[in-house]
């Protein structure tokens, strides 16, 4: 059954780097829904804030959505407050938040009428935090912008590659502190991101966009994989989809249930331990038509499953109470 199209306030930053703002509200528009894109911090940027709230706060309610999606926590708390009660709210948080969470660090998260997060793991801490409601959303990827390519550039190539930043007083010590030096110590890698000189190691650019993206994937023989939580349940970072979209072969981290939505060998490769990480990379850096194979399915899978029309799909039906169609039953 068809169901009508949808009027969509998307309130967002342009992340230029990823680009995965445009890429849902291109996806939500090809599924037929009508939108008013709000970039408040560019309005703010323009006119004030003062003005810029009641601009924008005027315009939401003249578009008269059925519904405001809310990117990370991207709308000032006055804007936000006045909408609520008026326009029904969904915030999408695309990555995990440190346990436990409390009502005081929900922020706008705790008045949303319903939270989608990427952890499936965290819906229920979510919810005994305060939320009303929370939902699992996966993450996903855009065909026009993730996608292989035929050539890299040398300075692009590399046996592993990883992409991703690194904090010495962040969560991602305890993560990638102890994997990526122990990698560079013994392969070529390739490191692209913020804050690698903090451990001695100097990455080739601190910018990835798109087409770098791309080339990276098939300038590496293996792309690496580090989120910096292991422990919950279906929770991997948007640069697994990415990678697969590009037809990377992907070797990362597990996390709990990661076999209910991937194959291991198959569509990628995970690894539980730093030791078992090396162990894997000696293996198949040996091994490139398995590498080719694997990088094959898990493309296919991406492409099948999860692209940003998948997402657009599964959140206008946890808007609409029905559950989503991924991962694949």
Partial sequence: MLRPPMRIAVFAKSKARTQTTRSIARALARAGHTLCVIREAKRRQWVGRRLAQRWTVASVRRFAPDFALIHAQDVSQPVFAGLAGR???VMFTPDCWT??????????AAHVDLLCTVARGQVAEFERA????AAYLAEAHDPELYYPVESAAA????????????GRDS???????????AVAARFDLKLYGGGWRELGLVAERAD?????????????????GCDWRHDIQWYFSNRTWFTLGARGF???????????IFENHRHLVWYRSVDECLELIDHYRARPDERARIAAEGHAFARAHRSY??????????????EPRFPPR
């Fill in 87 to 89: 326009i029904p709210t």
């Fill in 99 to 108: 346990s436990p969470i409390a009502a005081q660090d929900l922020g706008l």
């Fill in 130 to 133: 305060g939320v009303k409601r």
């Fill in 155 to 166: 300075e692009l190539r590399s046996e592993v590659a990883f992409i991703g930043k690194y």
């Fill in 171 to 181: 969560q991602l010590h305890a993560t990638r502190g102890a994997l990526i030096p």
């Fill in 208 to 224: 990835v966009y798109p087409e770098q993206y791309r080339e990276i994937c098939r300038g590496a023989g293996i792309v690496l």
């Fill in 250 to 260: 992907l070797l990362t981290n597990y996390s709990p249930g990661l076999e209910e």
């Fill in 309 to 322: 029309d998948d997402f657009a799909r599964d959140l206008v039906d946890l808007f609409e109470g029905r």
